[in-house]
Each structure stands twice: as structure tokens, then as C-alpha cells.
């Protein structure tokens, strides 16, 4: 066929990911997202998910949600520009405000796009956007897409950060952009030392809190929270679909920030906004991390425990600081190998290899969650000391 002589070049592409080993299929769930699922037709406990507090099947959220579909509708029906902006995405931007201790924010469609809209849209040619190396795929798509200058900094070196900011020193806008908490490696952004240098060089600072919020500062508030620098970061990005358990992204920060976004940011003008449902059970999640905060304690002390296990075994799990820990083994075809014994001891823990992570550090990348026993990470421990021993990763 004419289509098959068109896409030959895919065929040879994807050859070459299978003879290195790293070719893999998507997983299938059978489940709710839970410490464990049904893999592929398989019962194994989960150490893949986002889900950092167990909120994805909390009773709160799923009863705001079935609550908010039957009187708003399944979906919204229009972009929030035209007529799909509805009580419930105002509420949700409310209460996301005050939360986050921040005058306002807009949410987005995800995590992803809000990271896109933002640096698309807020900086112009002329400007420059200073970046450290490990930033999250969104923020360098972001980048991408702006006219704007960029400027990569080294991973959290903050002399390094200075001498950017001083060869920018004369433009117009400097927006300085970091992860909270890295997603590959689990460390924080230095915050503190960021912030002092960027108001010494009148820089924006902008901090994307995908992997901190629901984990770091009171309740959860986050990063910036933290480290008490609430009113000092200009822009917090966050996700409601990590430990929120829900869908979507948000950005917040003064109210012109909002208002300008709204009429520039290209992912929220063109997209259809969330299902109400989906909004409801978003403040169904703050107001759990308000009354239950037990959970997030109960998540950092899993997070201790399975890191000093996995230490205990021998396993490299480089400069992690909170609940993402990575097992890292180096080729890439050895962490998909490791995630393969691991799923046929029972553990769901997916292998992460280049170009996600750089050449020579693939990893298995592990989150633990605030809903896991003892047990069960008991069982992930004594699962990474069968397949680690299997591969000479361990002694």
C-alpha cells in the first residue's frame, strides 16, 4: 500500500527502539489507580502513579463529581472565551487563589499546556527566558514556542544563575523558570537563593509546583510555601492531576498576570474547558488537603521508609528529597529489563531511559504514595532485592 511505502521510515525508527531494548507498549489498567491495579490482566501493587495522597478514588471527589455532572452537564460545552466558562471554573479559581496565598489564577487543560500558554505568551522577542537544564518538557516546549531569548542555566547551580542574569541584566523582561520539585530525580529547587537573585536583577520568577503541590508546605501549598516565600514568586504553576488526583493545570499570581493570560495564552483561547465535574471534584481535593492533612504526613513517612530500603540494598538512588525516588542503573535496556522482573514479582514500576533522562542514567522511577502500608512497600523492597540480585545490580 501507498501508506505503508509513506510511513517505512516509522517502521525502521521503531526496529531500532526494539533491538535496544526500549521499545515498550502501553500498560493497561483494569482498575480504579490505587497502591494496587490490574496490570495487562495482572494484580500488582503500584509504584508508578502520580497519585500521591490516594485522592483519585477519595469518596469527597467522587461525590462532588457525580454532584456537579448531574446539574451543570458532562461537559462544558465552548471554550471560556465564548460560552464555557461556568460558576463552577470560577469557584475552583477562587479557591485556588487562596490557597495558593496568591491574588488569582487560571486554570488550563493540563499541566502541560499551562507551562505552554504561560511562556508562549508572556514574554516577547527581546525578552529572555533563564531556564535550568533539567527543567520539566513543558517548560522547554514552552521556550520553544516564545520569541523570547533563551538562557540555560546549570542543574540548581546558582552561580551560574547570577552570571545569566548579569548578561541579561539590560533586557526588558527576565523571567527565570524552575521546577519546584525535579520529576526525574526527585530534588528541590533551591528557592530561596533563586528569589534573592532575581530580585537583585529585577528578574520574574516563575516555578512549576507539578510534583510539589499536595507534597511540600503547609497542606500542601507547595514549594514556594515551603520555603515561606509566599508573595515573593510571581508565578506558580501547578497541576490538579498529580496529587489534586483530578485533571489539569493552573497558574497563580497577581490578577494582571490572569488577565492577561486570558486574552494571550493560545492553549486556554482554543480549548474547550473542563467538564464541570471535573472542576467540582478539584475543590472537592483542597478542601481534603485542608481537613486531612495526616495524609501528607503519612506520605512522607512512607517516602522515608522505602528510600532507606532501597539504600539499605544497595541501589543508587541519586540526589531524591521526596516522595520520587529513582533506582538508577545506568543502560536503558537494563532498567526495562529490572521493570519487567519487578512486574513478574508483582510490583508495577515503569523504566525510565533516554531521551526522558540523559545517556547512561535510566531508572526505575518509583513514587510512593500517603495510602500505602507497610506492607506493601515491605513487598516492593523484598521484589527490588530479587530482580536487582537477578541482574547483578546489587550485591
Sequence with gaps: MITEKKTQFLVEELDQLRQQGLFRPLRVLGSAQDTEVVVDGKHVLNLSSNNYLGLTTHPRLKAAMIEATEKWGAGSGAVRTIAGTMMVHEDLERRLAEFKHTEASLVFQSGFTANLGVLQSLVREGDVIISDELNHASIIDGIRLSKAERSIFKHRDMDDLERHLEKHREKRVKLVVTDGVFSMDGDIAPLPAIVERADRFGALVMVDDAHASGVLGKNGRGSVNHF??????????????????????????????????????????????????????????IDVLLAEPERIDRLWKNTVRFKEGLKRLGFDTGASETPITPVIVGKGAVAMELSDRLFKFGVFAQGIGFPTVPEGRARIRTIVTGVHTDAQLDRALEAFAKGGKELGLIA
Design 228 to 285: 515561606g516565600l509566599d508573595g515573593r514568586v510571581d508565578l506558580q504553576m501547578g497541576t490538579l492531576s498529580k496529587a489534586i488526583g483530578v485533571l489539569g493545570g493552573y497558574v497563580a499570581g497577581a490578577q494582571p498576570v490572569r488577565d492577561f493570560l486570558i486574552h494571550r495564552a493560545r492553549p486556554f483561547l482554543f480549548s474547550t474547558s473542563h467538564p464541570p465535574g471535573v472542576a467540582a471534584a478539584c475543590i472537592a481535593a
